[in-house]
């Protein structure tokens, strides 16, 4: 285990209905270098993960919603699945997270259907995005270039498509952190 991102902490917000490997495999590829993560949802306890074509597991919430500050982390990560960012987008307080995160400048990593919530936040105007390919017109429609690619990053962005992209997904996120400016304006 390497110690890169030790010290660092990454959100993580998702709600019932993530993609479970999309956040199950990028945790623990931050884990691995040394990373802390928080799971934060708008509701406590547990939220429940969507396993391809079922429910699968539940994951511990860290940190309601209504308690998380967008400058106390170091990175957001946001899952896929159709039914996390589509319940996300449509939550304010989720909305708001995600714009005030972007608006630090720190790096920020959705997957699959995860940037629906950036859309949302209109956070997505003039850049390069890959997601799920059924998010294509959503993407352009929100000013933004949509290609069809593992992975894009653009800014403070990362983007994929979907979990076989995860590796190269967790890896470029890790590079982001590490090479992220030490304090991003806030």
């Given at each position: 285990?390497?110690?890169?991102?030790?010290g660092k902490?990454?959100?993580?917000?998702?709600t019932?209905?993530?993609?479970?490997?999309?956040?199950?495999?990028?945790?623990?590829?931050?884990?691995?270098?040394?990373?802390?993560?928080?799971?934060?949802?708008?509701?406590?306890?547990?939220i429940?993960?969507?396993?391809?074509?079922?429910?699968?597991?539940?994951v511990?919430?860290?940190?309601?919603?209504?308690?998380?500050?967008?400058?106390?982390?170091?990175a957001?990560?946001?899952?896929?699945?159709?039914?996390?960012?589509?319940?996300?987008r449509?939550?304010?307080?989720?909305?708001?997270?995600v714009?005030?995160?972007?608006?630090?400048?720190?790096?920020?990593a959705?997957?699959?259907?995860?940037?629906?919530?950036?859309?949302?936040?209109?956070?997505?105007?003039?850049?390069?995005?890959?997601?799920?390919?059924?998010?294509?017109?959503?993407?352009?429609?929100?000013?933004?270039?949509?290609?069809d690619?593992?992975?894009?990053?653009?800014?403070?962005?990362?983007?994929?498509?979907?979990?076989?992209?995860?590796?190269?997904?967790?890896?470029?996120?890790i590079?982001?952190v590490?090479?992220?400016?030490?304090?991003?304006?806030?």
């Amino acid at each position: 285990m390497s110690s890169e991102l030790r010290g660092k902490k990454i959100a993580i917000l998702a709600t019932d209905g993530f993609e479970q490997v999309e956040l199950t495999e990028p945790r623990k590829a931050l884990s691995n270098v040394g990373a802390t993560t928080v799971v934060i949802a708008p509701k406590n306890g547990e939220i429940k993960g969507w396993n391809k074509k079922d429910w699968g597991q539940s994951v511990k919430v860290d940190l309601p919603l209504a308690d998380a500050n967008p400058n106390d982390y170091d990175a957001l990560l946001l899952p896929g699945g159709v039914m996390n960012p589509d319940h996300l987008r449509m939550d304010p307080a989720a909305v708001n997270f995600v714009r005030q995160f972007v608006s630090t400048g720190k790096p920020v990593a959705a997957i699959c259907h995860g940037p629906w919530t950036l859309i949302e936040a209109d956070a997505l105007r003039g850049k390069t995005v890959t997601s799920w390919p059924s998010l294509k017109t959503d993407i352009k429609n929100a000013g933004a270039n949509w290609v069809d690619q593992a992975v894009v990053t653009d800014g403070q962005f990362i983007f994929s498509r979907k979990p076989d992209d995860i590796p190269a997904f967790s890896k470029a996120l890790i590079e982001a952190v590490v090479h992220a400016p030490e304090h991003a304006h806030a």
